[in-house]
């Protein structure tokens, strides 16, 4: 076969969508529906043709067809790989997200739309403060707690994490948390006969 049948023959495997390893045999004189029946018979792909069956490979082209289904093989797992890593981590991300928006009941915050509202808190109106300037905003906004202090730090302590949010302390008058040029604290204070629960959110731009 001369230089221009092999183009020939080559481009036009490619463009009825053939693989590499298809176009190389293709180049040897083997003809496609040798190929596909084989691939029939077998149950494979063209990559898992037996290159040593004399049938479909000449002596001279063997070393490099193993070469051809050997690199389409590798590229094929790689793909495979990346594409359940990414799968995986975008399923766990919305697991998670999921999860804290159920676990609050799909209440958040007034003062912030990612942040959820455990249940038992309840909102002390005309009690929010803003703030805001060129160089960033805080916010604030205070509940009277149904539930212990203990309940509110577990649930945030879980909950905020899944979120991006990292924890920068935690003790017995509340918690803080940090993400991405943002600030979350969550301050506990007594009163007589009332446990009151303050979010405080910062962000500098």
């Known amino acids: 076969m001369n230089k221009i049948n092999y ?3 080559a481009a036009a495997a490619l463009l009825l969508g053939c693989s ?3 176009a190389a045999l293709v180049k040897h004189d083997l ?3 040798d190929i596909e029946e084989q691939n029939i018979k077998n149950g ?3 990559a898992d ?9 000449d002596e001279e082209s063997k070393e490099e067809l193993q070469q051809i289904a050997a690199t389409d093989a590798v590229s094929t797992s790689q793909v495979t790989t990346d594409q359940a890593s990414s799968s995986n981590g975008e399923i766990i991300q919305a697991s998670a997200i999921a999860e804290a928006k159920n676990t609050a009941r799909q209440i958040f915050l007034d003062i912030s739309d990612d942040v959820p509202l455990i249940e038992g808190l309840k909102k002390i109106e005309d009690e929010d403060v803003g703030f805001e300037s060129d160089s960033g905003s805080i916010k604030s906004s205070s509940y009277l707690s149904e539930i212990s202090f203990e309940e509110v730090k577990t649930f945030y302590l879980k909950t905020l994490p899944q979120l991006g949010w990292d924890m920068v302390y935690s003790d017995s008058d509340g918690i803080s948390f940090i993400r991405n040029g943002n600030k979350i604290e969550i301050n506990f204070s007594k009163k007589p006969k009332k446990r009151m629960v303050k979010f405080l ?5």
Request: charged fraction near 15%; glycine fraction near 0%.
């Open 49 to 57: 043709i037996d290159i040593d069956d004399s049938k479909y490979v």
């Open 44 to 46: 494979t792909t063209t």
């Open 20 to 22: 590499t390893t298809n």
């Open 7 to 9: 183009l020939i023959i």
């Open 201 to 205: 959110i910062s962000s500098s731009l």
């Open 31 to 33: 003809s496609l529906s």
